[in-house]
């Protein structure tokens, strides 16, 4: 968090959010991390692990399912076995089972709000940590399917207008639980493909809004997710234009002699974005084959639930120094780094 600009005290509360920010977006760039560096994000993350379970958004906060999402996805990527070890599992475990509600949602706090933001951050928390027990997953699934609007998208909780992010989690959820079938997938499958702007390429994250950078990766990834789930053959056609995407991303989301990505044309660069449109670039660069079941056990080093990508230079738009690494679409994290902290938790 040293040497930020003054402006970011409003994110103090993001700290592990930065270590992932970061840490992902050297890893799409090619760029390897030192001991030093992992280190210094280990102590971080450990600061903000509270007693009780979880983590918060700084040492002084208290403990947010979406906090702790960051900060273990932040101890994944830098994969050495002092992070596997800095976690507290135990207490982890309770903590979600006390923001756990009797109708399958998640509260993100204590006191805090309910949303698909929590359902998914505490599923894939419990995941990568093997503590996926059946009283933490009763009823997920069937709140889940209850935010599914009547234009087939996904809202924060049953009622509420579908969003392209909270449509992602969703289906997200629904893939790790292996309940892809528990919703209209007809439906849902016209509102991601509505998400892509015919002009810009880039997707919206509502109807009637404007394009987004960070959309590349939220939509991008649901893409994928509802392609398997759709039983489409592995080397059918992607149902989004690709080109188009990566066309936006590298010609609008970059800004000349600055650096880093961002949202669109007139916006300046940051964290989020640079790490969310270069994720978004993986997904429209690298081909995907349907290799495993949710179920099994048998990963390799490029298969994490069902998902192996594959580069493929005719998918990359301009040179080829615009090609980016693969990630896996339900997690974002390197397959690799990702196949790795499964093995070894189980």
């Known amino acids: 968090m040293q040497g930020l600009p003054s402006g970011y005290q409003c994110l103090n509360s993001s700290q592990p959010w ?8 050297l890893y799409l760039l090619g760029k390897e991390i030192d001991c030093e560096v992992e280190n210094k994000v280990i102590n971080k993350i450990a600061s903000c692990q509270n007693k009780g379970g979880g983590y918060g958004g700084s040492p002084s906060d208290i403990s947010h399912i979406i906090s702790s999402f960051s900060a273990i996805c932040s101890l994944v990527i830098v994969g050495t076995q002092k992070a596997y070890e800095s976690i507290d599992r135990n207490t982890m475990i309770q903590w979600l089972l006390q923001m756990k509600n009797s109708d399958g949602s998640f509260t ?22 093997d503590i996926l027990t059946p009283d933490l997953v009763e009823n997920v699934a069937d709140f ?24 992602f989690c969703a289906i997200a959820v629904l893939d790790i639980l292996n309940k892809t079938e528990s919703i209209d997938l007809d439906s849902f499958t016209g509102y991601v493909t509505s ?3 015919s002009l810009e390429g880039g997707f919206s994250g509502r109807i009637n809004k404007l394009v987004d ?11 994928i997710i509802l392609h398997r789930a759709l039983g489409l053959p592995p ?3 992607f149902l989004f234009d690709r080109m188009a995407l990566q066309k936006y991303i590298i010609l609008c989301c970059q800004k000349n002699n600055v650096g880093g990505l961002r949202d669109k044309p007139g916006k300046s660069p940051d964290y989020y974005h640079t790490c969310y449109c270069l994720s978004g670039l993986s997904l429209a660069q ?5 290799l495993l079941s949710n179920s099994s056990q048998d990963l390799d080093s ?3 639930l069902g998902y192996k990508l594959f580069n493929n230079e005719n998918l990359i738009f301009g040179s080829q120094k615009n090609a980016v690494p693969e990630i896996n679409p339900v997690f974002n994290i390197s397959p690799d780094k990702l196949n790795n902290w499964v093995k070894y938790f189980k």
């Open 195 to 197: 998400r892509q702007m």
């Open 286 to 290: 690298n081909g995907v084959v349907n």
């Open 144 to 167: 889940v399917s209850r935010c599914q609007n009547y234009d087939g998208g996904f809202g924060p909780y049953p009622g509420v207008e579908s969003h392209g992010s909270y449509s």
């Open 213 to 223: 950078g960070c959309y590349s990766y939220w939509v991008g990834a649901t893409f």
């Open 302 to 304: 490029t298969a994490t």
């Open 108 to 129: 993100v706090h204590q006191g805090g709000e309910i949303d698909l933001r929590g359902s998914y951050c505490a599923i894939v928390v419990a995941f990568l940590l």
């Open 235 to 237: 080397t059918s056609d």
């Open 18 to 25: 930065f270590c992932f920010w970061t840490l992902h977006s």
